[in-house]
């Protein structure tokens, strides 16, 4: 069992960046495949970026956040960060990560989640 708690969103303006952060329980976090996830009001929720489990070499994006998005972990602090730049007022949703052991399928349905946070971008 692997609980997720997110944390760092907030109001930022266009063009800003924030950092969050998904804290999980447990000692075998290296061992999941992580991913970040968003849904904005009136949505349904869409895949952000994922990174692959132990070192974290493999990351990927869609692409309406490639090249303003990074993902990275932090095995020893059983954290997994989302980098954002260069924000957009369409990047407003509830943030979420999870979690899947990582040698699922890559299409294998997460099966942790944390409980979401609140990213407002606006002036």
């Known amino acids: 069992q692997v609980q997720l708690e997110e944390s760092g969103g907030g109001l930022v303006p266009p063009g800003g960046s924030l950092r969050l952060s998904c804290t999980a329980s447990?000692?075998?976090?290296?061992?999941?495949?992580m991913g970040w996830f968003r849904q904005a009001p009136g949505k349904e929720r869409e895949f952000v970026a994922r990174?692959?489990?132990?070192?974290?070499?493999?990351?990927y994006y869609a692409d309406s956040v490639k090249g303003r998005f990074t993902i990275s972990r932090d095995n020893a602090k059983n954290t997994a960060y989302l980098q954002m730049n260069s924000l957009k007022p369409e990047d407003t949703a509830v943030y979420y990560c999870?979690?899947?052991?990582?040698?699922?399928?890559?299409?294998?349905?997460?099966?942790?989640w944390g409980k979401g946070t609140q990213v407002t971008v606006s002036s």
């Open positions: 999870a979690a899947v052991n990582g040698l699922r399928n890559i299409n294998a349905e997460y099966d942790y």
């Open positions: 447990g000692r075998t976090f290296s061992s999941y495949r």
């Open positions: 990174i692959s489990a132990l070192d974290g070499v493999t990351t």
